[in-house]
């Protein structure tokens, strides 16, 4: 990888989520995209993930159905049960 300005390559992908979710602060932004607009490899990663991110997100647009819900509901009640009364003991 050449050397380029701003951020190094490992500082740039630590925060490529946060970057990519818009959850980073301005000067941090900032940096992270003057570097990816000037390191191919991490343009490359950055263009993945948000591949990754916008196929994730149109595959996690479903309902589930109405009888896997309810014995999720039905799930998570009974570990709420049980570790009360854990607590309780």
Do not use: W
């Amino acid at each position: 990888m050449n050397p380029c300005e701003g951020p190094d390559c490992e500082q740039a992908l630590e925060n490529l989520y946060l970057f990519i979710d818009q959850e980073i602060d301005t000067a941090s932004c900032a940096e992270i995209e003057s570097h990816i607009s000037e390191c191919t490899p991490c343009l490359s990663e950055y263009e993945l993930e948000r591949v990754v991110k916008s196929l994730v997100s149109r595959s996690c647009s479903e309902v589930a159905p109405e009888p896997l819900r309810a014995k999720v509901l039905m799930s998570i009640r009974t570990v709420q049960i049980q570790i009360t009364e854990t607590k309780l003991r």
